[in-house]
């Protein structure tokens, strides 16, 4: 969802950047580039043994949560150009279309909510659903057995690494999407890797089979 479906990446730099500053703690790029793809709660687990915070992953979770929302509800966070031909296009022939998101299930339901793209996904899952958050593959396993989907037969398009890391690792095809919004990420184990949206068509995944 993040980075593919909504620009949000930018704002959920910002405001870690904030978040951080406030708790006086150093994280370097490099670091920070690490965590795209998993769950903050991972993201909080890791950050609070290496810096010893206070704070549960819990709370600072649920911390950075609320200023996440009211960013949306602002307007700050926008669709990724192409996102919505494209949900529309595989919704309209029939395919079944998911959300597989490291972002907790309440803010899944919200941007949906928000974006007005609830119609479109019948089947969704969030990080908070499962125990252990990409790199490792059981978000996409649990996505194809919540569709009833044969994973042999499922594309997942990613922006991260780790998120291309775990599609792989659940035997699913793959479209790394190289957007300039998510930063460096290695992308290369993907089948595909694309520019922009516009760029998956029939004729590109048809190549992939």
């Excluded at 509800?73 to 990724?80: A, T």
């Excluded at 490291?102 to 659903?129: C, M």
């Excluded at 037969?153 to 095809?173: P, T």
Aim: proline content about 3%; charged content about 25%; aromatic content about 8%.
């Amino acid at each position: 969802m993040d980075g593919v479906i909504i620009n949000s990446e930018p704002v959920h730099q910002q405001l870690e950047t904030e978040i951080f500053k406030e708790l006086g703690l150093n994280i370097t790029a490099e670091e920070r580039a690490t965590f795209i793809g998993t769950s903050a709660v991972d993201m909080w687990t890791i950050i609070g043994k290496r810096h010893r915070l206070l704070k549960s992953p819990e709370e600072m979770l649920r911390y950075g949560r609320e200023k996440y929302w009211k960013d949306l509800e602002d307007g700050k966070v926008s669709l990724m150009h192409g996102a919505l031909d494209l949900i529309k296009y595989v919704h309209e022939n029939k395919f079944t279309v998911q959300v597989a998101s490291s972002a907790t299930r309440p803010t899944v339901d919200k941007v949906l909510e928000h974006f007005h793209l609830e119609k479109y996904f019948k089947y969704r899952i969030g990080g908070d659903e499962v125990s252990k958050s990409k790199p490792e593959p059981e978000i996409f396993i649990k996505a194809a057995q919540q569709s009833g989907s044969d994973m042999k037969k499922c594309l997942v398009i990613e922006d991260s690494s780790n998120g291309v890391i775990a599609a792989k690792a659940a035997g699913m095809f793959c479209v790394g999407y190289a957007s300039s919004h998510t930063g460096i990420q290695d992308l290369s184990m993907a089948d595909l890797v694309v520019q922009n949206l516009y760029e998956i068509t029939p004729e590109a995944i048809s190549l992939l089979s």
